[in-house]
């Protein structure tokens, strides 16, 4: 992927703010500028109209154009796989493969420990899957234990994600320029849990809670779903390599236009 | 089952909502009156405390106790077993009888269709199970087509489940003697998209959007989870058969009690 | 006003739901049916486009018309005079009849009390008024205290009023046919305090904490506001007066007609 | 008041929340770093325990103490008293005087204008007053209209407010060292429009709706309220002077450790 990322100048993106986020996902080291037009309705991050794509294009290869650098979260999921070994020693690694983790993610194994990292655009979630019991993970800021979230699971997302899966789950919403990561449960329990919005640059973790009795599952941008175990645990941090996107007009005026389009109409995610 | 509850005079129910919620499981016809003990804190189902039960039970045999009519659901879900025996033929019906559905529903096989029938005391739950992306399913309220749904997915509970996952879910808290449906929405894309509480006695139905791409899961008080598909559907009302739960104090304390104890505390579902 | 109410056979009302609001506080008492055209967008009280309006006058005049009975708050604020009468004795009296208590309410001194009775079809709110303040007021049903509310306030509404202003305070949206009072709090400082339902016919109670510093403020929807201290109390159960509200197609349809509409657009309130 | 600040080199605190927004409010300019202790139950401004006092000054003496920056708001209220003097040429100056405005910020007079200027640490409330009518206020961002607010009001909040009224109005919470700035609508008419967080720096201004039919009122940290109407309007901006708070154990434990405890039993605000 280095090498697609050394080669391109700029990416022009057609389609809709799943087309960005699957953009995105292929440069999991530096992005180049990303331009992108939505082909339907307007998106949080596809702000050109197609139809003036000629212009808007000229405009932009001449230089007139603000940037947004959207951060992402650097995600890692460190598995214990002699746990797993010992469990189902048969099918497991099959299942990552299966789940392209080891040609994407950069992998190795150490003491029985297999790691995946991921750049995300929007968001990790952390869910029950397809269990009916309460997920329970813990979560730890900068190494101490900072809570337990009992619920349908958590969410850990940028500002850019504090539009989409987060919104829905109740997350006030972001502006990309804020250096932030925002935490935010899905039917927490506990009523009185709110999202709640952390410096950029610390590093959280999540582990299943010592007492749970069920797995969960976790996804990246909505893909890639993988079980995590008693043993495994997640470490996020904000990444250093953002996604620069191209303004429309600029950063303000577009971020407000499309929470304008999308809070009326209904969010778009996963 | 009818032969037990026609042997049964009184459940004596020690444990936490989800011991009651399990005997009330057994009762899919009338069901004897419950009194529920909370061996762990105060429950929203379980108001007498353990300790006083020689007490308590002499004053309930003696006929000193009032009676809450808990509303139940009776959910029918029907299957296209035509359509699946197409798609796999070998492996559905097994798996149904896995999940039990076989002996304890009322199932029937007319014109290549499965019946299921049961009572939930909490909610039916329908949701995106493994998969990540939104579930997209119609909400029928007497044969009219109401609103679409696209999102986590959507509970529908009497009132005594208006306290336990809906509520997580955002959904007001509703006395269980207040004859109603609760309708809620688990993180809707669209942020406008309120629980709605409709009146006891209307017939609601569930299906797949006709352009969802995706399964859902339904699960009846967190249990017997399976599969809906295109042409399968979900037919919610009002059960003629309440639990009779013998109230501790009465309707109006025993309620708040527990609401002032677990809204604190964190609500327990699933 | 009893005397109109015996003069009118229909209420044609044109406007938006303020007007109806408006129509029926005329009538304290039995109210005729009432039928309410829209003359902007489509309201949650007002079904009937004004366009059609012979044809649809014509029908209802034939007695092709299903009816819809909103129910009403009947509340009753007693105030302690004499006690005001010691703090300022001078001035409150005529404050009282600027607010037009004394000719519309049905007013009475005993012991120094004056009390005010008041249909209301939305709501009744107590809130902190001109005061930076924290409101703190206690809320009693069927005499016992149930809870005291920290906040900006609390709203008691009916389901018609449920869809106002307590759905901006967070409240789920009760179909008008649910017989039951909702209780909202406004901006509660506790946060794990949710909206609640209970059955119609209770009684409510809303009295000053004993230890709050600040007097609240009560409306009635939206009028007639008035201070509320220490020693006075406001009592609120189901009328018996509902207001007797013509489909346009029916029930069912109406309401959710009115929602998907005005949950888009934003409610209108006050 | 600068006389003060260049006078004293360490506030010590003693009280709760309310207590230190006071202190803070009596350094309008920079502020010496202070140590709060709470007397009553853990604030989210108060981290210290009264009986460690002797211990924990020594060691902050000693120089072991890490220190928050905790951002505070610049407002501007400019009010238009031409046209007030218009309306009600005698009694407008004096009530200024009255709330204290004129000596406490920084006022002058040009073209009939008269600017109060003040920092507040938790949030600047923008509301309905003892008005029972939504209030309609305009906000623009760097001079761009972003959005009107229809309903109670508006807060615009410091991270470090985020906690308080702003979480009862459904705000997440925010870290005091994210550099930001939440807008948060008080029970908004539309139901899409959620709490919004935007980069500390940016310039935020409110004014009347041009179609609003009623006043609002305007209050900083809970205090100083005054009316605003047509022609005046309130700039809001990040401050130059944060207050130094000096931590307990450090940053991330404190604020993990207030909201544990304040939202389980309701947060404290106004």
């Known amino acids: 992927y280095?090498?697609?990322?050394?080669c391109i100048d700029l990416i022009i993106c057609l389609g809709g703010d799943g087309t960005l986020l699957y953009a995105s996902s292929l440069f999991q080291g530096s992005v180049p500028p990303v331009m992108a037009f939505h082909l339907g309705s307007l998106g949080f991050l596809t702000p050109f109209k197609f139809e003036l794509y000629r212009t808007e294009v000229a405009k932009v290869l001449e230089g007139n154009a603000a940037i947004t650098l959207r951060s992402r979260l650097?995600?890692?999921?460190?598995?214990?796989?002699?746990?797993?070994a010992g469990q189902q020693p048969e099918?497991?690694?099959?299942?990552?493969?299966?789940?392209?983790?080891?040609?994407?993610?950069?992998?190795?194994?150490?003491?029985?420990?297999v790691t995946l990292q991921l750049q995300v655009l929007n968001e990790v979630v952390v869910d029950r899957g397809p269990s009916s019991y309460l997920s329970n993970v813990d979560l730890y800021l900068d190494g101490r234990l900072i809570t337990?979230?009992?619920?349908?699971?958590?969410?850990?997302?940028?500002?850019?994600g504090s539009t989409a899966y987060a919104a829905a789950a109740g997350a006030s919403m972001?502006?990309?320029?804020?250096?932030?990561?925002?935490?935010?449960?899905?039917?927490?329990?506990?009523?009185?849990?709110?999202?709640?919005?952390?410096?950029?640059?610390v590093e959280l973790m999540i582990t299943l809670s010592p007492d749970a009795r069920n797995n969960v599952w976790v996804s990246f941008d909505g893909r890639r779903r993988q079980e995590i175990q008693h043993g495994d645990c997640i470490k996020i941090t904000t990444s250093c390599y953002p996604v620069p996107s191209i303004c429309c007009h600029d950063l303000v005026y577009d971020w407000f236009e499309s929470l304008a389009q999308n809070t009326a109409e209904g969010i778009r995610f996963a």
Chains 1, 2, 3, 4 share one sequence.
């Open 174 to 201: 972001i502006h990309p320029n804020v250096p932030a990561i925002m935490v935010t449960p899905i039917c927490p329990h506990s009523l009185s849990f709110r999202p709640i919005v952390v410096p950029a640059g």
């Open 148 to 160: 337990s979230v009992q619920g349908d699971g958590v969410i850990v997302s940028t500002p850019t």
């Open 74 to 84: 650097k995600v890692k999921v460190v598995k214990d796989m002699l746990q797993r």
């Open 2 to 6: 280095d090498d697609i990322s050394d």
């Open 91 to 113: 099918n497991r690694e099959p299942q990552l493969e299966h789940n392209g983790l080891l040609p994407h993610g950069h992998t190795n194994s150490e003491d029985g420990k």
